[in-house]
């Protein structure tokens, strides 16, 4: 169905139209320098989310170690990354939401290694190709090593990658238009993800809408949504990442809320029908 202007919506590989996706934040797992409660409990908190987005007629989900807070950088942690994924492995087998994973922090090789032990389909990734100084200390583009290994297994495993990335700074002189150019023009990125300075805080429209004009990649919302704003975000993304305002309290760290959950499914996909109608 085509648009007013002409054009095309923009489907996302896997994801569909507009896609809606949730973030299950896991409790500590055993790359905590907090408690851990076990795989098993892991998985059953996670299985438990995931019903609840299904549930409310989400289309996605992305799994995160949020829980290990203060994050390792690239960390090579092999009980970790084999502790996630049975969780992500057990996740797919049960659910048929998209499934995709994100280690923290900018652990790229780690997100698609365990997404291809789990099946999952997508990654996100921190900081793609721009140098970030954050709470953890530098993280360094990673582009190169994430397509590298993206080329070794030879899975169709979709890159959603950060731009100006939430919980850090640029390195130096920075020029937002200089960096989405170059990312573009030399990644191979699936989808751009713009967010907030912090988890659940909310992107201006107009730093959102110049991204969005500036990419020939779908754009994703990546922190801020909720129901009091997504039509001011509507029309200017591809798709959105929702974690903070569908739990408990507002906090990323609470489970999911179903009713907060299935309030913004719902308005999602009125919207959603709205506009492949006109």
Known sequence: MRREDGTEPIKLPILGFKPLIGVVHLPPTPSSPRGYGGVDRLIEYTLSEIAKLEE????????ENYGDK???IESSDEVLLSVLSVIVRETVKSTKLVVGVNVLRNNAKASIAVAYASGARFVRVNAYCELRVAPEGVLLPIAREVEQLRKQLDRNILVLADIDVKHSDPFGVYNLGNVLYNCIERGHMDAIIA????????PEPGYIAFIKRSSSKPVILG???DINNIQLYWNLVDGFIVGSSIKY????ENPIDIRRAKQLAEMVENMRTKTLAV
């Open 223 to 225: 922190s801020g949504l």
């Open 56 to 63: 409310a007629g989400f289309d996605a989900v992305i799994i």
């Open 195 to 202: 967010s907030g300075t912090a988890t659940s805080k909310p």
């Open 249 to 252: 309290m507002g906090r990323a």
């Open 70 to 72: 203060p994050f390792d």
